[in-house]
């Protein structure tokens, strides 16, 4: 097995087959501006190994790195995809077959992924239906991750209305609870409302780490208010405090800020620790312990929220760091990851499980069902890392992808232009008809069928 290690010497990206790969494809086509490009240096190997127990990346269909960002950060949320296995609702429903079903789309997402038997994975279900999540967000559009986040959240939530109570898989992984105190200063009256909470979003403007945001963000504040008991509008204190910490703790540091002109960028470091304690954030009336471990980050870079580039990183074992941008999957250091000037950040309660460890017995289960050698994972298509590291090699791009298509259109060539569109056409129809076999029940006389296909097909050399 090689590796390839970029010239910062903190990622490393594979470049050959063991039993499934993360990574095959260094996108094709970029929307992201000059500077963002990566690029590789040399080849070398390594003494540490890692496993490679994580998901698959993820196809961009045109400035969908913002919903990639987050999607990912979802598939590798373990609390979140226990409570997508378990709940009562059967794929696909009858909403998904007509239209609109967050639940079915993220799980056959989700199932695709963690199979491991593509290079990566296409979000097209969700692009084509953008604007259910909000009719604000439109096609081939850089959107904010943050608002997609909640848009998402909101929608998934909302699939799961018809189910029990139990099975609401937002509030039970990332739902909680603030307390809002309110106390008179002239006449000492105290009221106590409780608001819902689902993600915190933080001024980092003039603070330089997330324990310090949160801080402020709690901290006792002077308002102006009427007092119903007084009847006089004076001097309030008021305080805003976690009264039931969710399972998940999604932060949002707050980079963009209106000055009612222009959005300017807050484009500094924000430093985010490994482990956070949120007790010290809460009415602390139980006095449980509330230790959290950072398990992933979305990162926006560029200069405005309407351009720029969006990526994820994601801890799927207590060592191991991966950089999910778009397709390609590559393996960081630790310390290259709290270097970023990070834009949402995610903690999952101590004691859950890693996403590693999730995966192995998850990935176990599908192989059961479809091996991974079976003829219905079409590893004859997968593209060669080397092939595509290069993006000014458009001889091989073309190569690989008319060989494609060359069943149904045996004399196609591909222009430049159309590169992108063909590869995200094999993907989509490569990633239905792994998800009817695997749904379908049918997996067997899906593979009888594969076989037959190509032993009555002629030999290329013929």
């Known amino acids: 097995m090689g590796y390839i290690v970029s010239s910062d010497s903190n990622e490393l990206s594979y470049s050959g087959w063991a039993e499934w790969s993360p990574l095959t494809v260094v996108p094709i086509s970029s929307i992201e501006p000059k500077n963002f490009k990566e690029t590789a ?29 987050v999607v990912q950060s979802f598939m590798h949320t373990v609390v979140f995809l226990e409570l997508l296995a378990s709940i009562d609702h059967v794929s696909p429903c ?77 509030k039970e992984a990332f739902g909680g609870r603030f307390v809002s105190k309110l106390r008179c200063c002239n006449c000492d009256h105290f009221s106590v409302t409780h608001e819902p909470l689902i993600d915190i979003s933080l001024e980092i403007e003039d603070i330089d780490n997330v324990p310090a945001a949160l801080e402020s963000f709690t901290k006792i504040e002077k308002i102006e208010f009427y ?49 956070l304690d949120m ?39 207590p060592n191991e760091w991966y950089k999910f941008n778009d397709e390609q999957v590559v393996f960081v250091e630790e310390d290259f990851v709290l270097a970023q000037e990070a834009y949402i950040v995610f903690y999952a309660r101590r004691g859950t499980p890693w996403f590693s460890d999730y995966i192995q017995i998850h990935r176990a289960f599908v192989n059961l069902i479809i091996p991974t050698t079976s003829p219905c994972i079409p590893n004859n298509h997968a593209f060669d890392v080397g092939e595509f590291n290069n993006v000014a090699d458009e001889t091989n791009m073309k190569h690989e992808l008319n060989k494609i298509e ?50 009555d097909s002629p030999s290329r050399d013929d």
Not at 246 to 262: D, Q
Not at 304 to 315: C, E, L, M, P, T
Request: include cysteine; hydrophobic fraction near 35%; glycine fraction near 4%.
């Open 41 to 69: 240096e040399e080849t070398r190997p390594i003494e540490n190994k890692p496993s490679k127990m994580v998901g698959l990346g993820m196809c961009n269909l045109g400035n969908t790195c913002f919903l990639n960002a």
């Open 94 to 170: 009858d909403n998904h077959t007509v239209g609109f079903c967050v639940v079915c789309m993220i799980r056959d997402l989700v199932d695709l992924s963690m199979a491991g038997a593509f290079d990566y994975v296409s979000p097209k279900k969700i692009v084509s239906h953008l604007r259910d999540f909000s009719p604000d967000f439109d096609w081939y559009q850089q959107e904010d991750a943050h608002e997609f986040l909640q848009c998402f959240l909101n929608k998934l939530e909302y699939c799961c209305y018809n189910l029990e109570p139990q099975d609401n898989i937002v």
């Open 227 to 275: 007092c119903e008991k007084c009847k006089t509008q004076g001097p309030f204190e008021k305080q805003l405090i976690v009264d039931r910490a969710p399972s998940v703790v999604a932060l949002h540091l707050k980079r963009f800020k209106n000055n009612i002109i222009v959005v300017q960028k807050v484009d500094k470091h924000v430093s985010f620790p490994l482990e």
């Open 279 to 317: 007790l010290l954030y809460t009415n602390k009336i139980n006095n449980e312990e509330m230790k959290y471990d950072l398990y992933a980050i979305i990162v926006h870079s560029g200069p405005s929220i309407s351009s720029g580039h969006y990526y994820s990183f994601i801890r799927c074992a």
């Open 406 to 455: 060359q069943d149904d259109f045996p004399d196609q060539e591909y222009s430049k232009d159309q590169l992108q569109d063909v590869k995200i056409k094999h993907v989509c129809s490569r990633d239905e008809e792994f998800m009817d076999a695997l749904h379908g029940g049918s997996h067997v006389s899906f593979v009888n069928e594969k076989k037959r296909k190509l032993e």
